[in-house]
């Protein structure tokens, strides 16, 4: 057999090797019978125990998701369960069984009709057919007896190969047998991709019609890099990517060739991301979101619940610096018990420590209180705090001042308590103008690229129709950028990031360049990280940076990075 090639698009920067194992679980329903052999109240019955029992499933399998993959990633079954109860919806399928359609194939053809509607829309809501399409397939199974293929044990070394694979799907997949996944639909930011950067796995998507031709028991290598999907690999192939798969400094410090120290921590949600944190080898965690201990639940967790928590963070790494961001309640993550007031720009609203120092002043408190506790146990000296989304010199003293009250009110109340290394992020472009300001009141500045290029470039993030503009490669946000670490310069306060750039592999040379002591990521690409940082050095790495800072447009900062790999 002589190898062939065939092109998708990369979304995980791994390698695997493995075998094909397709999965196709659409089953064609028989033809239906005629309507007057149809008992319309008997399928309006059956329909209603349907939906119930999907139901149950999806709340245990946004459970599962939550604990395996993570939170955010779970989040996607409330949209299946907001679906499955869609008036909408549900009135289409209950007329269809009262116009002589038996219950799956009411269910199949009322939500096809509104999967075609989803993606005639294209953008945002086009990538919002693929959950209408996981809920009507669920439905039809539950309707039908049908079982679900097991995805969690497949054989070990399988390279799942499917048209499109659901949230549902790939919350199944173990990663630890299966070597990979590949499929002809889907693009970067599906939920597929999202699943497969979470659980480490690589993966390519997009593939096209072309991987139709791609046989089960086949042996291929995912080249979730490249996007490269190469079919019968000569044993030279396999051996590269075994060994590319192989590639493991994820559990040392790492430092440039020229030796400077870079710290490449993990961005955590909940704990259920620190074990990946701890697997890919993060050196700690550089960013705790800690407003995703309060989604989901219908009050907030209490002091000694969120003291724990902390604990166990600080717990789980050797020595490893723990950054533990306050609430950032309000924007896109808004909290159901918390009331929040519409507003018409809640980025530009009550969000971060503006809803700390104001209406959630309470909650603050009590979150400080289990911060500066968590500074007091065996490993409390690794923790940092920094407070989220600061504009104004007023608010860091707000937020400081906040602290030093708490420790009194604590040590009056004989509770050990200490006061942790403490910092802001960066993500508005007034922190970014004040940095020099603000250097001198902090042990530390975290850059949140995924909010300052957001605000600096008037971009919003998540909305696909300006996300050329606002891209972190954009020179506005590599200057807003420079300038913060250019006013920490001289003080005692080291620079990191935490927004997406940081776990850009391709840029790690320019982020050291521009003197960042610290990169913090979804723990996949820690270990992608820590090589380029491995391979980087640093005279090079600020002549780099100093070229790509006299960039006038995007496309010229990506085309001298490309040169220079
Ligand atoms: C950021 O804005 O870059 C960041 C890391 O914070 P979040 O994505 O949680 O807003
Ligand atoms: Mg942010």
Redesign the pocket.
């Known amino acids: 057999m002589t190898e062939r090639t065939l092109s998708g698009i990369g979304v995980t920067p791994l390698s695997g090797v493995g075998t094909v194992v397709w999965y196709r679980p659409d089953a064609d329903l028989p033809e239906p019978p005629a309507p007057a052999d149809v008992d319309a109240e008997a399928e309006l019955a059956r329909f209603e125990d349907a939906r119930a029992a999907a139901e149950d499933e999806l709340e245990a399998e946004r459970e599962r998701t939550a604990e395996r993959v993570g939170e955010e990633e779970a989040a996607v079954f409330d949209a299946h369960v907001q679906f499955l109860n869609d008036p909408q919806i549900t009135d289409g399928v209950s007329d269809a069984i009262e116009g002589g359609l038996p219950a799956e194939h009411a269910v199949q053809e009322t939500f096809t009709e509104f999967v075609e509607q989803f993606e005639n829309m294209g953008g945002r809501m086009g990538e919002r057919a693929d959950d209408l399409r996981d809920v009507r397939d669920r439905l039809v199974r539950v309707l039908s007896d049908g079982e679900r293929v097991d995805l969690s044990s497949l054989p070990e070394g399988s390279v799942v190969v499917a048209e499109r694979l659901t949230p549902s799907d790939t919350a199944q997949l173990d990663p630890e047998r299966v070597a990979g996944f590949v499929t002809v639909t889907g693009g970067r930011t599906s939920h597929a991709a999202i699943f497969a950067r979470s659980l480490a796995l690589p993966a390519i998507v997009g593939v096209g019609e072309e991987l139709q031709s791609v046989e089960d028991g086949t042996e291929v290598v995912v080249d979730g890099e490249s996007g490269d999907l190469v079919v019968d690999p000569s044993d030279e192939r396999k051996e590269a990517a075994a060994a590319a798969a192989d590639v493991d400094i994820r559990h040392e410090a790492v430092e440039t060739a020229d030796g400077v120290d870079i710290e490449v921590a993990a961005?955590i949600g909940t704990l259920a991301d620190l074990g990946p944190a701890v697997d890919r080898g993060a050196d700690g965690v550089g960013?705790f979101?800690t407003?995703f201990l309060f989604l989901d639940r219908e009050s907030p967790p209490d002091e000694d619940e969120q003291y724990e928590a902390y604990v166990e963070a600080l717990e789980s790494f050797d020595g490893g610096r723990v950054v533990v961001?306050t609430l950032?309640i309000g924007?896109?993550?808004p909290v159901p018990y918390l009331d929040l007031p519409d507003e018409e720009n809640p980025f530009l609203g009550e969000r971060g420590i503006r809803r700390s120092l104001g209406p959630d002043a309470d909650l603050f408190e009590t979150q400080v209180r289990a911060l500066l506790r968590a500074a007091a146990s065996a490993d409390g000296a690794n923790l940092s705090v920094m407070l989220?989304l600061v504009s104004t010199v007023e608010e860091l003293r707000a937020g400081r001042e906040r602290f030093e009250s708490v420790a009194a009110d604590l040590d009056a109340e004989g509770v050990a308590n200490e006061l942790p290394e403490f910092g802001i992020?960066v993500?508005t472009p007034a922190a970014a103008f004040m940095a020099d300001q603000f250097a001198p009141h902090v042990d530390f500045f975290?850059?949140?690229?995924?909010?300052?290029?957001?605000y600096v470039m008037a971009a919003e993030?998540g909305n696909e129709r300006v996300s050329e503009l606002g891209d972190y490669r954009q020179p506005a946000v590599l200057r807003a950028i420079d300038a913060t670490v250019s006013a920490a310069e001289g003080e005692d306060c080291w620079v990191g990031m935490?927004?997406?750039?940081a776990g850009d592999p391709d840029l790690t040379e320019l982020l050291v360049g521009l003197g960042l002591d610290e990169l913090s990521m979804s723990a996949v690409t820690v270990p992608q990280v820590k090589a380029a940082v491995a391979e980087t050095d640093t005279a090079d790495a600020r002549d780099l940076a100093e070229r790509v800072l006299q960039a006038d447009t995007k496309a010229e900062v990506a085309e001298i990075l490309t040169l220079d790999q």
């Open positions: 961005n960013l979101r407003e961001r950032d924007g896109d993550k989220p992020m993500e975290s850059i949140g690229t995924n909010d300052l290029a957001q993030r935490c927004g997406e750039m």
